[in-house]
């Protein structure tokens, strides 16, 4: 289980993160709505990169890829399946760094995107709830 300190201190935080842009937003004056549409000023702008980074990190260290940490959680759930990846798991990344370098396919990139957009509207919602 030590395979999710990493992610879970990635959104740990995201949230500390959201929260301090949360709370310099209300202070400033700044809305919700302004927040929302991505109209910011240098602060709420560092703020709002440093939430959206350590979002992508947490959902890209979870990926169950080799030498991932989402890789050492699939012994949690099937030793069979973790035991066929430890044995091809050259290949798997030797696929992944195609997959990554490959011009013009953006596989991972846009299932991180994806995925920390969603992430990111979830926490923008809870804590605006609270501030707002």
Not at 10 to 28: D, E, K, P, Q, T
Not at 56 to 70: E, K, R, S
Not at 93 to 121: E, F, K, M, W
């Amino acid at each position: 289980m030590s395979s999710l300190a990493g992610p879970a201190m990635n959104l740990l935080l995201a949230i500390i993160g959201i929260f301090l842009m949360m709370l310099y937003a209300r202070i400033v004056g700044i809305s919700a709505s302004l927040l929302m549409t991505y109209q910011f000023d240098m602060v709420t702008l560092f703020w709002w990169m440093f939430v959206t980074i350590n979002i992508a990190l947490a959902v890209f260290n979870l990926l169950p890829i080799y030498p991932l940490d989402g890789y050492r959680l699939i012994g949690v759930f099937s030793k069979r399946a973790l035991n066929r990846m430890r044995k091809h798991a050259m290949f798997i990344t030797i696929a992944l760094v195609i997959i990554i370098l490959a011009p013009g396919v953006n596989i991972i990139g846009s299932y991180i995107s994806a995925v920390t957009d969603v992430v990111y509207r979830l926490f923008f919602m809870l804590f605006s709830m609270i501030f707002y």
